[in-house]
């Protein structure tokens, strides 16, 4: 069965600082991966996504990630954070076969000091 | 162009109570998926269709919860009775194709007192 872990529950960063989100993955082949942002009140926004090809996937809002098959991570990384970038972030793991049902992490609160 | 589109977005009944959640999803997208969010168990996917039809409805709690997708422009989850531990935030998503990612809707909050 498919599983995404986020090790962190919550993350405390300072504007303007870097900012990294690990996620690792269980899959049996290679999958899709996305990253989703989730502000207070609203749905998931999509902020990048890796299918194939170039393993550095550059996203909306700034942020990048990182596919590492011998590590099975995908891990988000932005390099200065801004106040607005405080919400919940979702890892999030599916098939290549057709239906796309996705398995999600259980979520990165990131709280962003001033 | 419009998002997938629920209501209500808040929702408040007492225990026992039929509700029902809509969405709208993106026209043009061909598959629609219902997600419940609560702190515990974080995101579940409850039941998912492809072209109208429900392909995996294994995540649906139980009984009470159904769903249904009568047109590609219309879906509605169900829960009758409802219960306190239903209160939740229940998420509609949607997509067009296989290389896409799913887009969510901004969801219903549920409490059901």
């Known amino acids: 069965a498919q599983s995404v872990t986020q090790p962190d529950i919550h993350i405390t960063v300072s504007e303007g600082a870097s900012l990294e989100l690990r996620c690792n993955y269980s899959?049996?082949?290679?999958?899709?991966l996305f990253w989703y942002v989730q502000s207070p009140g609203q749905g998931l926004q999509l902020l990048l996504k890796y299918f194939s090809g170039d393993t550095l996937v550059q996203g909306i809002k700034g942020f990048e990630a990182e596919f590492k098959r011998s590590q099975s991570s995908f891990n988000l990384r932005k390099p200065s954070v801004h106040w607005s970038d405080a919400a919940e972030y979702f890892c999030?793991?599916?098939?290549?076969?057709?239906?796309?049902?996705?398995?999600f992490g259980g979520g990165t609160r990131v709280l962003v000091k001033p | 162009d419009a998002g997938v589109i629920q209501s209500p977005r808040h929702e408040v009944t007492e225990m026992g109570q039929e509700v029902t959640l809509r969405c709208k999803p993106i026209s043009g997208h061909n598959s629609l998926f219902w997600y419940r969010q609560t702190m515990m168990r974080g995101l579940e996917l409850l039941i998912y269709?492809?072209?109208?039809?429900?392909?995996?409805d294994s995540g649906m709690p139980e009984d009470r919860f159904s769903a249904k997708m009568p047109n590609a422009s219309f879906s509605t989850l169900k829960i009758q009775p409802s219960e306190p531990r239903d209160s939740a935030v229940y998420f509609c998503?949607?997509?067009?194709?296989?290389?896409?990612?799913?887009?969510f809707g901004d969801g219903t909050r549920l409490s059901i007192l």
């Open positions: 998503a949607s997509r067009d194709s296989r290389e896409e990612p799913q887009h």
């Open positions: 999030a793991v599916g098939p290549k076969a057709a239906g796309n049902k996705l398995t």
């Open positions: 269709f492809n072209n109208n039809v429900p392909i995996d």
């Open positions: 899959y049996g082949a290679t999958p899709y």
